[in-house]
């Protein structure tokens, strides 16, 4: 079975430090990666995704994130966090060896952008 | 381009009432569309998916069901509401395949759903 740990439910920053959030997967086979973003009562939003091409994934608004096969980590990083940043972040993990996409997510980490 | 739409927005409902939420899909055809919910400070559970017209799977019990009565409409109901059925539902859709939108999945903007 696959899953997801996302470490530390809320993450603070100050603006313009470094974003890092960090996920761990777990998977028999290998995985779809992705990473989301939910603002407040807002759906999710695909921020990158991981299918097995560059290990070093660029996302949309600044964000990028790198498959660690040996660490079994695909973590999210931007390198100088703006206030506008300030939302859920989901990691979540798929395959297509049953031919069919289901997400397995994490618990979520809240980013906290401070001025 | 393709477009979800989820509605309504937002729902108050009593206890024991019965629910009704849809979801669209536009821009493409074929689609595997999935509700998931999300209970407050916890992830998302994925409750159904459906690979095709009248092709429903469960992936937890519960006192909820899910129709699709058209390629592109995916509908959650109950028949009688519980307190623990409060949440926030969020529909969403993919498509099996190489390119940018392959393998993805795309979430509508989601309902809340307040049972009192």
Same mark, same amino acid.
């Given at each position: 079975?696959? @899953?997801?740990?996302?470490?530390?439910?809320?993450?603070?920053? @100050?603006?313009?430090?470094?974003?890092? /959030?960090?996920?761990?997967?777990? @998977?028999?086979?290998?995985?779809?990666?992705?990473?989301?973003?939910?603002?407040?009562?807002?759906? /999710?939003? /695909?921020?990158?995704?991981?299918?097995?091409?560059?290990?070093?994934?660029?996302?949309?608004?600044?964000?990028?994130?790198?498959?660690?096969?040996?660490?079994?980590?695909?973590?999210?990083?931007?390198?100088?966090?703006?206030?506008?940043?300030?939302?859920?972040?989901?990691?979540?993990? @798929?395959?297509?060896?049953?031919?069919?996409?289901? /997400?397995?997510?994490?618990?979520?980490?809240?980013?906290?952008?401070?001025? | 381009?393709?477009?979800?739409?989820?509605?309504?927005?937002?729902?108050?409902?009593?206890?024991?009432?019965?629910?009704?939420?849809?979801? &669209?899909?536009?821009? &493409?055809?074929?689609?595997?569309?999935?509700?998931?919910?999300?209970?407050? $400070?916890?992830?998302?559970?994925?409750?159904?998916? %459906?690979? $095709?017209? $009248?092709?429903?799977?469960?992936?937890?019990?519960?006192?909820? %069901?899910?129709?699709?009565?058209?390629?592109?409409?995916?509908?959650?109901? +109950?028949?009688?509401?519980?307190?623990?059925?409060?949440?926030?539902?969020?529909?969403?859709?993919?498509?099996?395949?190489?390119?940018? +939108?392959?393998? &993805?999945?795309?979430? $509508?903007?989601? %309902?809340?759903? &307040?049972?009192?």
């Amino acid at each position: 079975a696959q @899953s997801v740990t996302q470490l530390g439910s809320h993450v603070s920053v @100050s603006e313009g430090a470094l974003v890092l /959030l960090r996920c761990n997967y777990s @998977s028999s086979v290998p995985p779809y990666l992705f990473w989301y973003v939910q603002y407040p009562n807002q759906g /999710l939003q /695909l921020l990158l995704k991981y299918t097995s091409a560059a290990t070093l994934v660029k996302g949309i608004n600044g964000f990028e994130a790198e498959f660690k096969k040996s660490e079994t980590s695909f973590h999210l990083t931007k390198p100088s966090a703006h206030m506008s940043d300030a939302a859920e972040y989901f990691c979540a993990v @798929s395959s297509a060896n049953t031919g069919f996409q289901k /997400l397995v997510f994490g618990t979520g980490t809240r980013l906290l952008v401070s001025p | 381009s393709q477009t979800i739409h989820q509605w309504p927005a937002t729902l108050v409902q009593p206890v024991g009432s019965p629910l009704s939420l849809e979801c &669209t899909v536009e821009g &493409t055809s074929n689609p595997n569309l999935y509700w998931y919910r999300q209970a407050a $400070g916890r992830g998302l559970q994925l409750l159904f998916y %459906s690979v $095709g017209i $009248g092709q429903i799977s469960s992936e937890v019990p519960q006192n909820l %069901s899910a129709s699709r009565p058209q390629d592109r409409q995916f509908i959650l109901s +109950s028949k009688k509401l519980l307190l623990s059925d409060s949440g926030f539902y969020l529909c969403a859709w993919s498509v099996l395949g190489w390119g940018d +939108s392959g393998n &993805t999945i795309y979430f $509508g903007e989601g %309902s809340w759903l &307040t049972v009192v």
